[in-house]
């Protein structure tokens, strides 16, 4: 408590210095890039942005814009040049895009069991049969570690194998986290991920109960789908995801909850030829929500990664046919929206931080989420368990938190995705970020190339499609607009 | 001695003026384009800095990537100098930013209920 005290009282000095500086009008780093248009968007340090045109790009670069005054207030405005009249804005802009970094640890992800009753194809854990289930015991202690990291917000969030073939931990989590909320008060969210095939209603009536959200997969059209993601005995599993995610809408409906089912899509090579199809099966469910997700290579896929993978280009060419598709549904009143996309507009367009892991700068991992193993290891990341070393093993649940989270080997995580450092001239740096696990498994090593990361390559070109709608300032912008408003919990 | 290159047997030679470019920025530029091309250095960091360059696909163009090299490294030069010249400015708003939270410590009641908890670990390990 002393320490805390002393802290505080070097920060409010630390702070009253950095407010009492005088500071003359200044151009601070900024990058742009060309869009379609022939506008440049030009994005200052802080994650501020403006379109130029090419004189106005060549008054900025030649320092000329004093006299032109519409320019200067532009540039002002998203703090691509800073005094001490816009420093509070620059302040409010970086801390409202980058809240994760003032927030601590709120995304928990408690693998319960390693063994799953699916083999998919590209099955990121690598799942065993039979085997690894948490212990009470490490369940309880895991509750411990949540509680005493300190956030006011916590997501717990069931992952796999199959959640649901541990059902008695996810239930004592699940009644012992609300218990103990009575007392902490934290804003608790609970999440299951699961392939929903063991879903009954007496296990339903429990997560409707006790207000837990549920997530599944479904890879787009029944024939992708049912080629990806088969059961141990090798049989389709497409009717049954869908069925399954229909028994729980119609729940939630006879019940009055309003609620919804999520589901993630996971983009194989054989997804490509397939996107408005994809987008067709979530319209069809009802599902308002679409994220496409790159396959990774982890687990399973590794030994087929030749067939599962694209180029970042033509996972590119595929997510621009999906858009297309989405704004036209949109424009017939149909409302759906692309996950990805929103992630990034809504740093962009509404100043505001999705709390998207895989989007932030240090890296999330190991700070913003932790990933409590079935065994009481502790990850810096879901995607850290599922790597054959353990270079993101960062601790155990019979740790202290802060001994956890302070070590060395997560902080060296931390220092090495902070984007500044390798992507410089990239416009689009403020609102990205990379993924410390997958840069390892592509590179061989945590320090990234960027240029060369297939994810940043794909984020980048995502980026430049965005701007180049919102530089059209039309009914899609108008869309994005409306998607950055949006409260994703 | 001043900056230039040449092409020869497939190979790219820049010579870099470290009066103009320093050794740091000439490691920055060449780490954009590992993806392309393979990359030797050598010389004098004091006196004249050499890279030898072998594209990593026989078809490029290797006059005009010496071009886009100088241009990158005076793109990398000139967006450090600016970072170099508001590093105060930088680190004020990032202070301002990260100083607003500080840790919080757990409350009595919180506290009497991590210790409730540490009482049914003990009875589950004793079981």
């Given at each position: 408590?002393?320490?805390?005290?002393?802290?505080?009282?070097?920060?409010?000095?630390?702070?009253?210095?950095?407010?009492?500086?005088?500071?003359?009008?200044?151009?601070?780093?900024?990058?742009?890039?060309?869009?379609?248009?022939?506008?440049?968007v030009?994005t200052?340090?802080?994650g501020g942005w403006?379109?130029?045109?090419?004189?106005?790009?060549?008054?900025?670069?030649?320092?000329?814009?004093?006299?032109?005054?519409?320019?200067?207030?532009?540039?002002?405005?998203?703090?691509?040049?800073?005094?001490?009249?816009?420093?509070?804005?620059?302040?409010?802009i970086?801390?409202?895009i980058?809240?994760?970094?003032?927030?601590?640890?709120?995304?928990?992800?408690?693998?319960?069991?390693?063994?799953?009753?699916?083999?998919?194809?590209?099955?990121?854990?690598?799942?065993?049969?039979?085997?690894?289930?948490?212990?009470?015991?490490?369940?309880?202690?895991?509750?411990?570690?949540?509680?005493?990291?300190?956030?006011?917000?916590?997501?717990?969030?069931?992952?796999?194998?199959?959640?649901?073939?541990?059902?008695?931990?996810?239930?004592?989590?699940?009644?012992?986290?609300?218990?103990?909320?009575?007392?902490?008060?934290?804003?608790?969210?609970?999440?299951?991920?699961?392939?929903?095939?063991?879903?009954?209603?007496?296990?339903?009536?429990?997560?409707?109960?006790?207000?837990?959200?549920?997530?599944?997969?479904?890879?787009?059209?029944?024939?992708?789908?049912?080629?990806?993601?088969?059961?141990?005995?090798?049989?389709?599993?497409?009717?049954?995801?869908?069925?399954?995610?229909?028994?729980?809408?119609?729940?939630?409906?006879?019940?009055?909850?309003?609620?919804?089912?999520?589901?993630?899509?996971?983009?194989?090579?054989?997804?490509?030829?397939?996107?408005?199809?994809?987008?067709?099966?979530?319209?069809?469910?009802?599902?308002?929500?679409?994220?496409?997700?790159?396959?990774?290579?982890?687990?399973?896929?590794?030994?087929?990664?030749?067939?599962?993978?694209?180029?970042?280009?033509?996972?590119?060419?595929?997510?621009?046919?999906?858009?297309?598709?989405?704004?036209?549904?949109?424009?017939?009143?149909?409302?759906?929206?692309?996950?990805?996309s929103f992630n990034i507009v809504c740093k962009v367009l509404n100043h505001t931080?999705p709390?998207?892991?895989?989007l932030?700068?240090?890296?999330?991992?190991?700070?913003?989420?932790?990933?409590?193993?079935?065994?009481?290891?502790?990850?810096?990341?879901?995607?850290?368990?599922?790597?054959?070393?353990?270079?993101?093993?960062?601790?155990?649940?019979?740790?202290?938190?802060?001994?956890?989270?302070?070590?060395?080997?997560?902080?060296?995580?931390?220092?090495?995705?902070?984007?500044?450092?390798?992507?410089?001239?990239?416009p689009f740096?403020p609102w990205g970020?990379?993924?410390?696990?997958?840069?390892?498994?592509?590179?061989?090593?945590?320090?990234?190339?960027?240029?060369?990361?297939?994810?940043?390559?794909?984020?980048?070109?995502q980026c430049?499609?965005l701007f180049?709608k919102i530089?059209?300032?039309?009914?899609?912008k108008?869309?994005f607009m409306?998607w950055a408003?949006?409260?994703?919990? | 001695?001043?900056?230039?290159?040449?092409?020869?047997?497939?190979?790219?030679?820049?010579?870099?003026?470290?009066?103009?470019?320093?050794?740091?920025?000439?490691?920055?530029?060449?780490?954009?384009?590992?993806?392309?091309?393979?990359?030797?250095?050598?010389?004098?960091?004091?006196?004249?800095?050499?890279?030898?360059?072998?594209?990593?696909?026989?078809?490029?163009?290797?006059?005009?990537?010496?071009?886009?090299?100088?241009?990158?490294?005076?793109?990398?030069?000139?967006?450090?100098?600016?970072?170099?010249?508001?590093?105060?400015?930088?680190?004020?708003?990032?202070?301002?930013?990260?100083?607003?939270?500080?840790?919080?410590?757990?409350?009595?009641?919180?506290?009497?209920?991590?210790?409730?908890?540490?009482?049914?670990?003990?009875?589950?390990?004793?079981?």
């Open positions: 408590m002393e320490d805390i005290n002393k802290n505080r009282e070097i920060w409010k000095e630390m702070m009253h210095e950095a407010s009492a500086k005088e500071i003359e009008t200044r151009i601070l780093p900024y990058a742009y890039e060309r869009l379609s248009s022939g506008k440049f030009v200052g340090y802080f403006v379109l130029l045109s090419e004189e106005g790009l060549d008054s900025l670069k030649s320092e000329d814009f004093y006299e032109n005054k519409d320019l200067y207030e532009k540039l002002k405005n998203s703090c691509i040049i800073i005094d001490n009249e816009n420093l509070d804005l620059a302040t409010g970086y801390s409202a980058n809240r994760n970094l003032f927030l601590q640890p709120s995304l928990h992800m408690i693998n319960v069991t390693n063994t799953c009753n699916y083999r998919c194809r590209y099955c990121h854990a690598g799942v065993s049969q039979g085997k690894d289930f948490m212990s009470r015991e490490t369940a309880l202690k895991t509750l411990k570690f949540i509680f005493k990291s300190g956030g006011p917000y916590i997501t717990i969030e069931f992952q796999g194998g199959e959640c649901l073939l541990n059902w008695k931990i996810v239930k004592l989590v699940v009644e012992k986290s609300r218990e103990m909320n009575k007392i902490f008060k934290k804003d608790l969210h609970i999440c299951i991920v699961s392939n929903l095939s063991l879903l009954n209603e007496e296990k339903l009536r429990f997560l409707a109960q006790h207000d837990v959200a549920i997530c599944t997969s479904i890879d787009g059209s029944r024939e992708v789908h049912d080629a990806n993601r088969r059961t141990l005995a090798g049989h389709d599993t497409f009717n049954v995801t869908n069925d399954k995610v229909l028994f729980v809408k119609d729940y939630y409906k006879k019940l009055n909850l309003e609620r919804k089912v999520d589901v993630l899509a996971t983009i194989t090579r054989l997804a490509l030829e397939h996107p408005k199809e994809i987008v067709d099966t979530y319209v069809r469910l009802g599902i308002r929500t679409l994220h496409l997700r790159p396959v990774q290579n982890f687990g399973d896929a590794l030994s087929r990664w030749p067939e599962l993978t694209y180029t970042p280009e033509e996972f590119y060419d595929f997510w621009v046919k999906a858009m297309e598709y989405v704004f036209e549904l949109n424009k017939r009143g149909i409302d759906i929206m692309e996950r990805g931080d709390m998207y892991v895989e932030m700068s240090p890296t999330g991992m190991g700070r913003t989420a932790l990933l409590y193993n079935f065994d009481g290891a502790v990850y810096s990341s879901d995607e850290g368990r599922m790597i054959l070393e353990p270079v993101f093993k960062i601790g155990t649940v019979d740790q202290e938190p802060m001994e956890v989270l302070g070590s060395e080997d997560n902080i060296n995580t931390w220092a090495s995705s902070f984007l500044d450092l390798t992507c410089y001239n990239s740096r970020g990379i993924h410390p696990v997958k840069v390892y498994q592509d590179q061989g090593t945590i320090i990234p190339n960027v240029n060369m990361h297939p994810e940043y390559r794909i984020y980048a070109m430049k499609y180049d530089a059209e300032d039309g009914f899609e108008e869309l409306k408003g949006r409260v994703i919990k | 001695m001043g900056s230039g290159f040449e092409v020869k047997n497939g190979e790219l030679v820049l010579r870099i003026n470290p009066e103009v470019y320093s050794l740091e920025r000439v490691y920055a530029t060449a780490y954009i384009f590992l993806d392309k091309y393979y990359f030797i250095l050598d010389g004098d960091k004091n006196k004249e800095i050499i890279v030898k360059i072998k594209p990593k696909d026989a078809k490029q163009d290797l006059e005009k990537f010496a071009y886009k090299f100088f241009e990158e490294m005076l793109s990398i030069t000139n967006y450090f100098n600016q970072f170099e010249k508001n590093k105060d400015v930088i680190s004020m708003v990032l202070q301002r930013a990260l100083f607003s939270i500080t840790p919080k410590p757990l409350t009595g009641k919180e506290d009497k209920e991590i210790k409730k908890l540490d009482e049914e670990i003990r009875q589950e390990a004793n079981l």
